[in-house]
């Protein structure tokens, strides 16, 4: 069975840096992409980018372009999104999740992680 | 950007009530549209992708039609655990995009 955990949730100040994490189980991690989507309170649903996790290959949102950096480590089947300095508008849950990239369904999200809460507040 | 709109924000029905939600592109994106549900709290869910395809384990009352721009989502009888929020996604060109969801209540 396909499992995304993500860490959990985070509270910071502003300027501080933060990477947060998506553990993959139950599938060839290197298969597969990676998504992370923000949710801010209240709010819809914002595609941020992806990653290929078979060579690092990454698309960004130009909304987070230059503001946000994915990465992955093979090794431990591990996904990131990290941050060099937090802002207050940064306050939203956080999910990963994978995509299909190829076939039928490509483009689909089919499985999510339980989102992460990352409050920045002074 | 493509953008994404949706049909009504939010909607009340009853339980076996048929429901149908519309989600409209800013321009031609083909089959290139998935249809998720979000439970209060939870993440979201893929229950349709290529606009009409159910996905694995997903109730049959689900359903989606169209292309190009225009699509809808429907439930055909309504049930108290479908109450939730549903967003559409396009994939056809990146950035992929949501639409801004409607809540379905009872």
């Known amino acids: 069975e396909v499992h995304l955990v993500q860490s959990g949730g985070e509270v910071k100040k502003p300027g501080e840096s933060l990477r947060i994490s998506c553990q993959a189980s139950g599938y060839s991690f290197t298969n597969y992409w990676i998504s992370w989507v923000r949710q801010m309170p209240g709010k819809g649903l914002e595609w941020m980018g992806r990653i290929d996790c078979s060579d690092s290959y990454t698309d960004y949102s130009p909304t987070f372009q230059g503001l946000v950096t994915i990465s992955v480590d093979k090794s431990l089947s591990t996904a990131y999104l990290q941050w060099s300095g937090l802002k207050a508008s940064d306050t939203a849950k956080y999910y990963c999740?994978?995509?299909?990239?190829?076939?039928?369904?490509?483009?689909?999200?089919?499985?999510w992680g339980q989102g992460t809460l990352v409050t920045v507040s002074s | 950007d493509i953008q994404m709109t949706q049909s009504p924000p939010s909607l009340s029905a009853s339980v076996g009530d048929r429901v149908t939600i519309t989600c409209q592109a800013s321009?031609?994106?083909?089959?290139?549209l998935n249809w998720y549900q979000q439970k209060p709290g939870k993440a979201p869910k893929v229950l349709i992708y290529?606009?009409?395809n159910l996905q694995t384990g997903v109730q049959s009352r689900f359903s989606g039609s169209g292309s190009g721009i225009h699509f809808t989502f429907t439930i055909s009888s309504l049930q108290p655990e479908d109450i939730a929020t549903y967003f559409c996604q396009q994939y056809d060109v990146l950035p992929f995009t949501f639409g801004p969801g409607t809540k379905v209540e009872i």
């Open positions: 321009q031609d994106i083909g089959n290139a």
């Open positions: 290529d606009v009409s």
């Open positions: 999740a994978r995509l299909i990239q190829t076939g039928a369904a490509a483009g689909t999200f089919d499985n």
